[in-house]
């Protein structure tokens, strides 16, 4: 019964994917409920401020663990590492209002009975319960006994269930019920009032502790330092809550327009009408005009075509056209049955549809798909509100780091106590010294202090035209060791030129057309087939669509149109693309041909084809391009030239892009519906036509870039969709292999049969020495060597399909590979995502740049996505460049090596300053004393917070070094740093305080008389300190405050300028003019307070007039401190040769996954494999399989 209510409590909430969540059942208990109201009145509100910052808590206190179907409150759990709890309240919703009295299973549902609406609501009271997590609502389902999400159609319809279900619309009462359920369709960003921005900022841990310390010191009547960090917290706050505040409204004032949309919705029985877009449910079928506006949501095209610009989810603003989803009767859900590229069908949220075709005398219809945040826009929105938490150790071990201080801080408490004791001070005394020096070991700024270098670092990116939505992920461009590339548009020209056309004739390649030599392409096969298969449309008079197709079209000199209906002869009287021969081209014996039906091209396809009509024919063709091996595969194997792979890989391989066509006459009845027909069978036989060769030039930038990379020993590796030679070719012009290197293919084959699966080791060698090219870089020397340090003498290149099998059946063999891969070819969207979570699982920290189109989802992936988009900030990726080459990689890293670097300096100088006064501190607490108000108001506002403010105002050093900062606050060298220093300041203080008893002039002097000689104290030369033996005691004048607060204050000065490290990762700390400026004004001032001889100023600073060879000694014992502290950090600390010695002489290795299989791998005398066979082994449970995030933005 226990094991159970276990599992009834207990459900894994969108299981398998990104937001994945734990989710646990509760009930509220009356009596537990008013024990904690009374719990809340007694603590004066702290457990109540407890339970909000642990929600799980709350839970556990007010409610007992129940089956999910009875809770009335769940707890929703991540199942990342960072285990992240949430509490939401169940809700009821009543439909007796909509539903009247009518009967709910033969008016409301018909066909539908199986949706997830119906099996939500509970019979006979007629509610629904669900939750609301992130902006989605989650449905209580009956049959399934989970939450399930709501607000779209269930993938389990068929393309048939689809067409008739929800063809000819829903009725009123349908609306209004799925209404009900669904919530409306609409985006809304909350603009949040600024009480609540500001009551959240001020509940925050930090504010707490602050509040309790500044209560504290203003107990102790330290008034105008509290009222400095008083008016310091509040214009933090106000700029911390103007911020948060502005990008709400931006947010908001980004999405409001789309709730606005007024769209023509068709109601079964009724007809259509205009409704408000917030009224649109799944399920509901809209028409769609011909002007132009934005989707209201996710819908499916069932009838015509339309052509988007989907800009606004990949970043390019290429136009795509969509096609109706077929009306095919299989048992295949439509997902399924149009493989993965049913995105064709349909027309995401946020998209500009440009243009409508009719496919009849009926407008362009549509199915709602998915309404409010559940659309393709919803969800980049709530990617922005609800960003991935970011596993750096950086951020985990701060919180370590200042509960270390805090530790310190309570030993402090622990020994204040035990004086204040043992001298019989009074309790309250006692407790708020105590309190005050335990306050003082922790600095407040050091979370501050962690986001001062990211905010310069973004500052600087902006001005070099990269910008960034992701901030934090700014220091983790400071590890980044391995970066993919995309080839096209980022490593290589984004537009193509036309170099040659090769046509096939009887199986045999023929002699090469060159567009370069001004002749126009003669007529032919090739020709129609470049003038038609193409996404081409004309918008205002311009041809618009891929740039691949308009060098394509522009070659064969032909002109487009749209048709008019009278010349759609045979076929529906719709408007139809045209084309024409241009006065340019070559004479052909015809008007001009009409494509009438699009199947869009798709990169995991690899192809694209059109079905055309020759004007005044009743002839049908069809004409595909696409891939290479890909278009050959679907032609009749007697029409391609026996050669093919011979001729294909002379082009690739010396770096040329490569296209085929192919060409089959169609047998159609006059007046078919294209719409209906069933790709597969029409793309099949076909005839191959020949090959189109272009030109893809590397960007000027690319070769310097991936050179200073290298030399860096950031590892680059290409991701592209083109073709494996292609890719290889590009890789060895543009420096990814070095000279000399050997290039390994492997190529992995799925199990046919009785045969398990296989995978190929194949050295490439050197091929076509004769032939380059007239745009061939020449080869160029760059050694790229892997993160090890062991130069790389091999790499392995592989394609899209062999990576699938290596990751389903060789899954041990995968990571080996990955060590020594640098070309990944014809490589799909979510193959991309993928890769970059296995280099992740070695422990890299991956960059991606990409054009933004195919690589939403690697760019979302990586640590550091970069997109180049001439959009200001692009939503696919944390970082986009509006300078479309690479050169802002290194850019990105050396400003993320210079915000980490800067982290860890204000990191280590708030700790020894924090410390520094700890201890001065404590030792004055010997004799009941402390520093004074100004003493420590000079020491936080004059010195602490400009250091702060200024210290990370330097520059990234312009050249990146061969090795990473240090990634951890806990790192050896860092924690050293700061255990050394502790242990000079505390060495110099306690030197200090005892070695001013022992001098001839000190008395216990507690009022300003005037300075003593060398020999003897103030009050009276001949009876010592006697005379002062009945002084008042006083709480801050002493010989040994006045020694001890230059040692605190100059030693704060002396570790700004210890920690400001400038090369490698930063410039010198002479070029942060106002950093080093400031520093000197504040040395000197510190020195002017200390030497002055100005009784005004003593009394003021509470400090006594000393001898000034005392002044002298104690300025000897800060430069003897400085002398130890820059020598200890520059000469051993920050000593890159000095602790690679001491790791090699205690043989320490790196822990890091992909480390740990280089070690493995040098020592294996057969890896790599040549010219060898491998099968994988017999699978024991199951394959290994790794979860891929299929939705991942794709074109």
């Known amino acids: 019964m226990g094991g159970k209510l276990l599992q009834d409590h207990r459900h894994l909430l969108n299981r398998g ?61 991540t199942t990342d590492e960072f285990q992240k709890y949430t509490r939401k309240k169940v809700i009821r919703l009543d439909l007796q209002s909509v539903l009247d009295s009518e009967k709910l299973d033969h008016l409301l549902f018909g066909a539908d009975q199986d949706s997830v609406i119906s099996r939500a609501i509970m019979k006979p009271g007629m509610t629904v319960r669900y939750i609301h997590v992130q902006k989605i609502r989650y449905v209580w389902d009956l049959t399934e006994k989970q939450f399930v999400r709501v607000g779209s159609l269930e993938d389990s319809n068929t393309c048939y269930e689809i067409h008739q279900k929800f063809g000819d619309g829903l009725t009123r009462k349908e609306k209004a019920l799925r209404r009900l359920v669904c919530g409306p369709n609409a985006i809304e960003i909350e603009v949040r009032p600024i009480w609540k921005l500001l009551f959240k900022e001020i509940l925050n841990p930090f504010y707490i502790f602050q509040t309790f310390t500044l209560t504290l010191w203003l107990v102790q009547g330290y008034i105008e330092y509290s009222v400095a960090i008083i008016i310091l917290s509040i214009i933090s706050i106000a700029l911390t809550v103007y911020d948060l505040r502005q990008q709400s409204m931006k947010l908001h004032n980004l999405v409001k327009e789309h709730n606005k949309v007024e769209v023509m919705a068709w109601t079964k029985n009724e007809g259509s009408c205009k409704v408000e877009s917030c009224q649109l449910v799944p399920g509901d079928v809209l028409l769609l005009e011909s002007q132009k506006f934005s989707l209201p949501c996710d819908a499916i095209l069932i009838e015509g075509s339309c052509v988007v610009n989907e800009g606004m989810l990949t ?28 995105r064709r069908h349909v027309l995401f949220c946020g998209t500009e549809v440009i243009q409508t075709k009719r496919a009849g005398k009926g407008p362009v219809r549509a199915v709602v798909l998915q309404t409010g945040f559940n659309t393709a826009k919803g969800d980049l929105v709530r990617s922005i509100l609800y960003p991935k938490p970011l596993n750096f150790r950086l951020y985990r071990e701060a919180f370590r780091f200042i509960v270390g201080l805090a530790l310190i801080g309570i030993l402090g408490l622990i020994y204040t106590i035990g004086v204040y004791v043992s001298r019989k001070q009074s309790v ?13 070991a922790v600095p407040p700024a050091i979370p501050a202090a962690l986001t001062t270098g990211i905010v310069y670092a973004q500052r600087r990116l902006k001005k070099k035209k990269i910008f960034c939505i992701s901030p934090q992920r700014i220091n983790i461009c400071g590890q980044i060791n391995l970066v993919c590339f995309d080839k096209t548009g980022t490593l290589t020209e984004d537009g193509l030129d036309l170099w040659g056309a090769v046509p096939c004739q009887k199986r045999s390649f023929q002699a090469v057309h060159s567009f370069s030599s001004g002749c126009p392409l003669p007529w032919g096969p090739i020709c129609r087939a470049m003038a038609t298969c193409h996404s081409l449309l004309v918008l205002d008079g311009k041809i618009q669509g891929d740039p691949l197709d308009i060098k394509m079209f522009e070659g064969t000199n032909w002109k487009m149109e749209e048709s008019s209906p009278d010349e759609s002869k045979g076929s529906a009287q719709v408007s139809r693309t045209i084309v ?27 192809r694209m084809s059109v079905i055309t009509q020759e004007i005044g024919k009743d002839v049908y063709d069809l004409y595909m391009k696409g891939a290479p091996e890909t278009v050959a595969g679907f032609c009749k194997t007697n029409t391609v030239p026996k050669n093919f792979h011979k001729e294909l890989k002379c082009f690739t391989s010396q770096g040329f892009r490569v296209i085929a066509l192919a060409h089959k006459e169609l047998n159609l009845n006059r007046g078919v519906n294209l719409d209906n027909l069933e790709r597969d069978k029409l793309e099949s036989g076909l005839t191959f036509l020949g090959l189109l060769v272009m030109e893809n030039r590397l960007k000027m930038e690319t070769l310097a870039v991936l050179e200073e990379l290298s030399c860096a020993r950031i590892r680059s590796v290409m991701v592209t969709g083109d073709n494996l030679q292609t890719a290889i070719t590009v890789a060895k012009n543009c420096g990814m292999f070095s000279l000399g290197s050997r290039v390994i293919l492997v190529e992995a084959r799925e199990p046919e049969g009785s045969k398990r699966a296989s995978i190929t ?37 592989l394609n899209g399909e062999t990576y699938h099998v290596l990751m389903q059946h060789f899954g041990s063999l995968l990571p080996k590979i990955l060590l020594n891969a640098t070309v990944f070819a014809r490589m799909s969207p979510a193959q991309k995502s993928s890769l970059v979570e296995e280099f992740q699982k070695l422990d890299y920290y991956v960059g991606m740049c990409g054009d933004g189109a195919n690589d939403c989802g690697a760019l979302k992936m990586a640590h550091a996505g ?75 506002v004059g010195i602490t917070l400009v250091v702060c403010l200024t210290m990370s105002l330097t520059h990234a050093y312009p050249k990146l070094a061969p090795y990473r900062p240090p990634g951890r606050l806990l790192s050896p060298p860092l ?32 009022s300003h008389r005037g300075c003593p000689t060398e020999d003897h104290p103030v009050s009276d030369p001949g009876n010592g300190t006697a005379s002062n033996a009945t002084a008042p005691e006083h709480s801050i004048l002493s010989y040994e405050t006045t020694t001890l607060w230059p040692l605190v204050t100059v030693n704060c000065i002396i570790a700004a300028f210890v920690f400001s490290k400038g090369k490698p990762f930063r ?48 300025l000897l014992m800060l430069l003897v401190a400085f002398s130890v502290s820059f020598f200890v950090e520059d000469g051993i600390l920050q000593n890159r040769w000095l602790w690679l010695r001491i790791k090699a002489l205690f043989r320490f290795r790196s822990s890091s996954q992909y480390r740990k299989l280089q070690r493995q791998l040098e020592g294996d005398s057969k890896w790599p494999p040549t010219s060898q066979k491998d099968f994988a082994e017999e699978p024991k449970g199951g394959a290994y399989v790794n979860p891929v995030y299929d939705d991942a933005g794709e074109n």
């Not at 937001?19 to 109540?48: H, N, P, Q, W």
């Not at 309250?428 to 003082?440: E, F, N, Q």
């Not at 090219?773 to 003498?793: H, V």
């Not at 290194?890 to 006064?917: D, N, W």
């Open 17 to 77: 994917k990104e937001d994945e969540l734990d989710i646990f059942g509760y009930k509220t208990k009356g009596c537990r409920r008013a024990l904690c109201i009374a719990g809340y009145v007694l603590s004066c509100g702290v457990l109540l401020l407890l339970f909000y910052w642990k929600p799980e808590w709350d839970v556990w206190a007010n409610c007992v663990p129940c089956d999910l179907e009875e809770a009335d409150v769940v707890l929703l759990r």
């Open 315 to 342: 970043g390019e603003s290429v136009p795509v056209t969509k096609t109706p989803l077929p009306q095919t009767d299989n048992t295949k859900p439509w997902k399924v049955h149009s493989v993965e590229d049913y």
């Open 428 to 440: 309250s005394d006692t407790v708020t010294m105590a309190l005050l020096l335990m306050t003082v």
């Open 580 to 606: 024409k021969p241009d006065a340019n081209a070559v004479q052909v014996p015809l008007e001009g041909i009409l494509i009438l039906h699009q199947f869009p091209f798709s990169s995991s396809l690899m």
């Open 761 to 797: 080791w194949q050295l490439m060698e050197e091929a076509h020495r004769g032939v380059t090219p007239d745009f061939q870089t020449p080869d160029i020397s760059i050694d790229i060597s892997d993160a090890s340090g062991k130069d790389s003498d091999f790499h392995f290149a």
């Open 866 to 940: 970069i997109s180049l988009s001439e959009q200001e900030a692009s939503v696919a990726s944390p970082f986009t460049s509006q300078i479309p080459n690479i050169e802002c990689v290194p850019e990105l890293i050396r400003e993320g090596r210079a915000a980490l670097v800067s982290s860890f300096s204000v990191v280590k100088y708030l700790t020894l300053y924090g410390m520094g006064q700890f201890i001065g501190t404590a030792v004055l607490y010997w004799q009941l004393q402390i520093f004074g108000n100004f003493q420590y108001l000079l020491q936080d």
């Open 975 to 1006: 924690l050293l740093s700061i255990i050394l220093n502790v242990l000079f300041t505390l060495t110099a203080q306690v030197f200090a305080f005892l070695y001013v008893k022992q001098q001839p002039w000190y008395s216990v002097l507690r």
């Open 1067 to 1114: 410039k010198p700390i002479y070029t942060n003019y106002i950093f080093s400026g400031l520093l000197c004004v504040q040395l000197g001032l510190s020195l002017f307070l200390f030497f002055a001889d100005l009784d005004p100023i003593y009394i003021r600073m509470e400090l006594l007039c000393t001898p000034t060879i005392w002044r002298v000694y104690v």
